[in-house]
């Protein structure tokens, strides 16, 4: 039988990616919920994801990170890593006969209503965000954001509700500004219209 770690099931999410088994972007939300939410598993809980009670499991995920995690994306982390187990599982029984669930399911490979792709692609100015929406959405989880942030990386955004308002967004735009990894000096020096220090004096 195959294996069942936390990694098994990354690696799991990785390889129908590859091969064209689920879309990309599915497989890249599937993997990121899963390792947030499996972030804090002990070394015996990481040996068997399928034999987790994942309520639990996420239940201690939200209480770990209740104030830096919006509970909407609690919520969809939930819902996600409840999939990505269950197709993991399935995979394990019959990997011959394996189809994905949810929402993969539902979206036709063929074109698309509403989409479009980076520049690097097809002609979208960088920086555009790429919206990938379907013909039947039925809710906000169900449409994807994609961000082209740099030459080799699109970040993938999703849960946005429909009737989002204008200070929801501010205050996501500002959290999303706490993540930035280069953080500029504190005090900058200040201009002294060319006058030196001596001058002044």
Known sequence: MPG????????FLDYVSDKGLMKQGTARALKTACSKVFGNLDENE???????????VCRRFENLNSTSVAPNTMQTYRKRVKQAVS???RFNAEPSS????GVQRAVSSGKRMGSTIPKNQSGASDGEPVNRVSGAVKSADEILYQFPLRQDVIVTISGIPFDVKKSEM???????????????EAHPPMLTSGVSRHDAN
């Open 87 to 89: 197709d993991f599982e």
């Open 170 to 184: 501010g205050r996501m735009t500002a959290f999303l500004s706490n993540l930035v990894a280069d953080v500029e």
């Open 4 to 11: 069942t770690t936390k990694q098994d099931l990354l690696d």
């Open 98 to 101: 394996w189809k994905p669930s």
């Open 46 to 56: 990481e040996r068997d994801v399928i034999a987790l009670d994942l309520d639990e």
